[in-house]
């Protein structure tokens, strides 16, 4: 049975570039790797057949080769630079080189972390640390310095972070050679794996340090200094570089993370760089007119005038008393939001003097807004009483 074109069996132009190869390789491999159809024997010889035409059409003297006189120049049955040697003696090498970094680079290892380069996987960075803070919205506004305490891995002081007792050092792992990585074969292929005897470090520690077990690195909490700038908001994350974990055996380390939570105010609510807040205003205040004095999210406090005639709902803007605006001299504005309360638990006279004013409010005059209400409210119920009886 003839085998199937090279450029035919990745569905791509003979003209294809580099990049449309590894492309059509990644969707076709992905599709029929074993791993996928276990037990599916078509899978399997399809996906030998596509590893087979990219490890050619990839490698530029080999497609020459194949542009040129097909299948022949590498089966030995033409004329071609490739009679009379097979395809390894041409050069095919599907255990290492570009062919091995495409695959690793879709499907990973099997049992770890990948490599490049076929190194061993030395020095592994510490993880990322998390550490969540709530601060008041005043903090927020101004700013402030805080002092944290983080638990977390850091590089045993004994042995340096080598993992190794005093006296003595890491050797070569036996297993994988110190490459931290051993090859098996499997049918068609050969795949790369992390070492299991040394976890992909290619050494071992035959006498571990006796306060980080080999490890290089011991619990222990961090005691840090953290700037909260002014005008964070809620949400806002910090990072402070190389203050997470130690990494393994003197692996660099990892970050911490600071998420900042701002706890609810009992006056302001924010929005942004502003501030809005609700201020009760006695009912006789809001019918005379006059001032009253509010608390600002900066410790001070600010005169409001309020005019006469002042509804519920009415607001007020004080420019420039906002919340702060981060890496800038500039500041949000607050907004006074009026709530006409009124009066409560009346003495006798005062009664009497509501009643007598009461009686001397003009219709549409004193309350246009509630007379204009219930008018338009009384012509609606005229106009369906008239329906009714028609």
Known sequence: ????????????????????????????????????????????????????????????????????????????????PGAGAGAADFGFNFGGGGFADIFDEMFGDFTGARTRGGGAQQNMRGSDLRYNMEITLEEAFKGKQATIRVPSASSCESCSGTGAAKGSNPTTCPTCQGRGRVRAQQGFFTIERTCTSCQGQGQVIDNPCLDCH???????????????????????????????????????????????????????????????????????????????????????????????????????????????????????????????????????RQKELLKEFDAESKPGKTSPESEGFFSKVKEAWDDLTETERD
Not at 23 to 28: F, M, N
Not at 261 to 278: C, E, K, L, S, V
């Open 1 to 80: 049975m003839d085998k199937q074109d090279y450029y035919e069996t990745l569905g791509v132009d003979r003209s294809a570039e580099a990049a449309e190869l590894k492309s059509a390789y990644r969707k076709l491999a992905m599709k029929f790797h074993p791993d996928r159809n276990a037990g599916d024997k078509t899978a399997e010889q399809k996906f030998k057949e596509i590893n087979e035409a990219y490890a050619v059409l990839s490698d530029d003297e080999k497609r020459a080769a194949y542009d040129r006189f097909g299948h022949a120049a590498f089966d030995g049955t033409g004329g071609g």
């Open 214 to 348: 080999g490890s290089g690195r011991v619990s222990k909490e961090k005691t840090l200094s953290v700037t909260i700038p002014a005008g964070v908001e809620d949400g806002t994350r910090i990072r402070l570089s190389g203050e997470g974990e130690a990494g393994m055996r003197g692996g660099g380390t990892g970050d911490l993370y600071i998420f900042l939570t701002i706890a609810p105010h009992r006056y302001f609510q924010r929005d942004g760089a502003n501030i809005y807040m609700r201020v009760p205003i006695p009912m006789t205040k809001a019918a005379l007119g006059g001032t009253v004095e509010v608390p600002t999210v900066d410790g001070g406090r600010a005169r409001v005038t309020i005019p006469e005639g002042t509804q519920s709902g009415h607001q007020f803007r004080l420019r420039g008393k906002g919340m702060s605006v981060m890496r800038s001299t500039q500041r949000g504005d607050m907004y006074i939001r009026a709530t006409v309360e009124t009066p409560v638990k009346l003495s006798k």
